[in-house]
């Protein structure tokens, strides 16, 4: 745990121990981070989320309050829809498993951010392509939240990428919050994921089960926020009200791979897909051992570095 106060401009706490993640994901006195809360800088780090998960006309359910009525009754048709039929989900991807499973395999050179995006993305529209530009309209959304600058979300509207980055993922998914939060936020982490299995497929081959190749390999959010609107005594100390709280969820999932860690499976905010991404993460891995030869891979789009987001300390 780490705690960084300033008085009167910024009060933050940061947790990295899965238990003390799990236990703070689920505490009904921590919500998302709203605007009007806190400090200076605390309110300027709120207000960037804020502007960053949502589509150009309403937020993603990623950013809604715990009891949003509209993010409670996505999430609830979302876990129906993906854990209904898992196997109907894993045919209907059949083609972009296999173009993720020759990259892992090391047969087909390919950019794991397509790859990702073109998973998630047709999900949601079954003609989804990613592009170039949706690619780097993702990587400057997972910069701008994962930003350690306060100042980020000043840096965004001045320059205004957030507002074309915004535009361009919501056209590209018929103005659906819960696609755009797909392929901007989750699928960066699968594209991580991606990464590493590639790497650990190279040094073992098929050798290694789909659960361990799981446990070694996948990727969880860098971070989630949480935020007081009261004065709390809480375990991790005493926190004043507009304090943020943020999750290392990316960190703590590193030192060992949770469900309840990664995905937060036992909290209000769980992943509603998250059986889904499991699914799809190991098929990817099991298809990698025995690729096919007669489903064709898509043809990636050429890779443009225009505009490619790093993360920041």
């Known amino acids: 745990m780490r705690r960084i106060r300033i008085p009167g401009l910024l009060a933050i706490i940061s947790l990295d121990h899965p238990l003390d993640i799990r236990a703070a994901a689920d505490d009904a006195r921590y919500d998302r981070p709203r605007a009007g809360r806190g400090p200076l800088l605390n309110r300027m780090i709120a207000r960037r989320f804020e502007r960053t998960l949502r589509t150009p006309s309403e937020p993603l359910p990623s950013a809604r309050l715990r009891d949003d009525e509209v993010r409670v009754a996505t999430n609830k048709a979302l876990a129906k829809r993906f854990n209904d039929d898992p196997a109907a989900v894993l045919s209907s991807l059949e083609a972009e498993i296999e173009a993720a499973a020759r990259y892992v395999a090391g047969i087909d050179e390919a950019e794991p951010a397509h790859l990702a995006q073109n998973l998630f993305g047709r999900l949601f529209v079954a003609d989804f392509k990613a592009t170039n530009e949706t690619v780097a309209a993702a990587q400057k959304t997972a910069k701008s939240l994962t930003s350690a600058n306060p100042l980020r979300g000043l840096v965004d509207r001045l320059t205004g990428q957030l507002n074309s980055a915004r535009a361009t993922l919501s056209a590209a998914l018929g103005n659906d919050p819960s696609a755009v939060h797909a ?18 497929f190279r040094s073992h081959g098929p050798s290694l089960n789909a659960d361990a ?17 009261r004065l709390v005594e809480a375990p991790i ?13 990316g960190d703590a999932n590193a030192k060992g791979f949770d469900r309840r860690v990664a995905f937060l499976s036992e909290a209000w905010s769980a992943c509603p897909a998250s059986g ?29 570095t225009e505009g490619k987001a790093h993360e920041e300390a």
């Open 183 to 200: 392929v901007s936020v989750a699928a960066a982490n699968l594209a991580a994921t991606l990464k590493a299995q590639r790497a650990l």
């Open 237 to 249: 100390g005493t926190l004043k009200a507009g304090t943020l709280i943020l999750l290392e969820t």
């Open 276 to 304: 889904t991404v499991i699914a799809i993460t190991k098929a990817i891995w099991t298809r990698a051992g025995t690729p096919s030869e007669t489903v064709p891979a898509p043809e990636p789009e050429p890779v443009s």
């Open 213 to 229: 190749a799981l446990t070694a390999t996948i990727h969880a959010p860098k971070r989630v926020a949480r935020q007081t609107d």
